[in-house]
């Protein structure tokens, strides 16, 4: 609902910023039998996928709705262009028009994965829900084509798409906000790390202005990526710096 008195002060500001950070750090990651996993160990393995995946002659394919679906196609030419890894998001209008009017909305992915998907692709099926019934769809095809699939979704732990990847990465928020800012932060940080940026190093090193914002510590996880052959994973231990943000 819109708030016509919707001013905010420096340290609402902050808290919500924190607060989206919190998410992001708090990150869960699951593998597809369920088993919990180390944060930086699931994104290293997309990592890992992402270069072996173009390296072998096949695809990453992205797929989203409303706002998960611009961060489809964001994400699709990000990775093309800056990456120079093979992607492609399925939200060609009158592909998505022609198919739904025929088959039906719930189909519109489906139908483009049994199309277009090779086997050895690699699917990535953004949801903030995580129950919408084309991307489960889509998932269930790729599977059928021997894909492999990462999902990323939120709001309810319990939600399908959870279950159906081979890593599945949570954002525990039932704000739409927070979960598609997230999403859309973990696949940059991919595309990051395998062109080779890093964070700078100083910046949980940065105090306080003299406004009275408060410090934050945040649990991001330091990410070695792996080597290009896929051959095995960086032996350093992985630095996880303590949560604490200021109580108010």
Request: one cysteine or more; aromatic letters at 8%; hydrophobic letters at 45%.
């Amino acid at each position: 609902m819109l708030r016509l008195d919707s001013r905010v002060d420096s340290a609402e500001l902050g808290r919500y910023f924190a607060t989206l950070a919190e998410h992001l750090a708090r990150t869960e990651v699951t593998s597809g039998s369920g088993e919990a996993l180390d944060f930086s160990e699931g994104l290293n393995q997309v990592i890992g996928w992402a270069r072996k995946t173009h390296a072998a002659g096949n695809k990453l394919i992205f797929l989203g709705n409303g706002g998960s679906a611009a961060i489809a196609s964001h994400m699709a030419a990000d990775f093309s262009k800056n990456g120079k890894v093979r992607s492609l998001a399925l939200n060609d209008s009158s592909m998505l028009t022609c198919i739904s009017n025929d088959l039906g909305y719930h189909r519109v992915f489906a139908e483009q994965i049994e199309m277009h998907a090779a086997r050895g692709d690699l699917v990535l099926a953004i949801s903030s829900s995580g129950r919408s019934a084309n991307i489960l769809q889509a998932v269930d095809a790729a599977r059928e084509r021997r894909c492999a699939v990462v999902t990323l979704s939120g709001f309810a732990a319990d939600n399908p798409l959870r279950a159906r990847g081979d890593f599945n990465f949570y954002i525990a928020s039932d704000r739409y906000g927070f979960v598609e800012i997230a999403h859309l932060t973990l696949c940059h940080a991919v595309l990051d790390f395998l062109c080779g940026l890093r964070a700078p190093e100083d910046i949980f090193e940065r105090v306080a202005d003299g406004a009275g914002q408060p410090r934050l510590h945040l649990a991001i996880p330091r990410v070695i990526a792996p080597p290009l052959d896929g051959s095995s994973y960086a032996s350093e231990a992985f630095a996880i710096d303590s949560v604490e943000s200021a109580k108010r």
